[in-house]
C-alpha cells in the first residue's frame, strides 16, 4: 500500500533545511550499495529527529536499531555538550559502517555503538535516558519499549518508527509476522496509562511517546 505522496514528500523535502555533506554521503552510500536501503530515514524524517532532538536537548539517547548511522547522527545533533548517544546494532556489517561514519562527524566522542542483540545489552546500560528511538525488529516492539520506559526520565520521549508498516497496518485482516506485532504494540502503548501518545504520518508512521 502506497502511504507517501511522492509529488508532497519531494515538496516537504524541498522547504525543509538541507542535510549535511556527511549525512548526505550516507545517504548515497546506503542508497546505492545497501540491499534495504528503504530502511533508511531519509532527509525529511531524519530533520524531524534532529529537530525533536534539539527541543528535548537530551543528555543520554538510546537508539535501538542503527542501520548505517544516519538517524544516530540526526538525534546526536540535539545532544547537550556532555550527553552521549548510545546505539546497539545486532548486524556487524552494518556496525562497521556506522561507525566509519561516526568517525567522521563532529559528534564522534558522544556516540557509543554497542554490537549485539539488544535485549540482552539494554539491561546492562545504567543510563536514565531522556529520548529513545525504537528502530529494530518489529517482533520485539513491546519488549524493547518495556525494557526502556523504566528508565525514561519522566517527561522524556520514545521514538517508534515503522508503525504503520507499509500500510499492512490498516488492512481489515492484519497478516504477517511484523505487521500483526506492530499492531499489536500500537495498541499495547495506546492501553498504557503511564505515557500520552501521537502517530504521526510521516514517511512509514512515527510515533511519539511522552512519559507522564
Not at 556527511?22 to 542508497?31: D, V
Not at 563532529?106 to 545489552?121: K, P, T, W, Y
Not at 546492562?124 to 517482533?139: G, Y
Request: glycine residues 6%; charged residues 20%; aromatic residues 8%.
Amino acid at each position: 500500500m502506497e502511504l507517501i505522496n511522492e509529488k508532497a514528500n519531494n515538496y516537504a523535502t524541498s522547504f525543509s533545511e538541507p542535510t549535511d555533506e556527511l549525512l548526505k554521503e550516507i545517504e548515497n552510500f546506503t542508497l546505492n550499495h545497501h540491499a534495504h536501503s528503504n530502511m533508511l530515514s531519509g532527509p525529511l524524517q531524519g530533520k524531524l529527529l534532529e529537530m525533536l532532538s534539539k527541543i528535548i536537548r537530551p543528555k543520554f539517547i538510546l537508539e535501538i536499531g542503527t542501520f548505517t548511522g544516519y538517524s544516530a547522527l540526526c538525534l546526536a545533533k540535539g545532544l547537550q555538550p556532555d550527553g552521549f548517544l548510545h546505539t546497539i546494532e545486532l548486524r556487524d556489517e552494518d556496525a562497521a559502517i556506522s561507525q566509519n561514519y561516526f568517525a567522521k562527524s563532529s559528534h564522534s566522542s558522544q556516540i557509543v555503538l554497542h554490537r549485539g542483540n539488544a535485549l540482552e545489552i539494554i539491561p546492562q546500560l545504567k543510563e536514565t535516558w531522556d529520548l529513545v528511538f525504537i528502530d529494530a525488529d518489529k517482533t520485539n516492539y513491546i519488549n524493547y519499549y518495556e525494557l526502556t520506559l523504566p528508565h525514561l526520565k519522566s517527561g522524556g520521549v520514545i521514538l517508534a518508527d515503522n508503525v504503520l508498516f507499509h500500510g499492512d497496518v490498516l488492512k481489515e485482516n492484519i497478516s504477517g509476522k511484523n505487521a500483526i506485532a506492530i499492531n499489536a504494540f500500537n495498541e499495547h502503548v495506546a492501553k498504557d496509562e503511564r505515557v500520552q501518545q501521537l502517530i504521526m504520518t510521516v514517511r512509514d508512521g512515527l510515533m511519539m511517546i511522552l512519559k507522564k
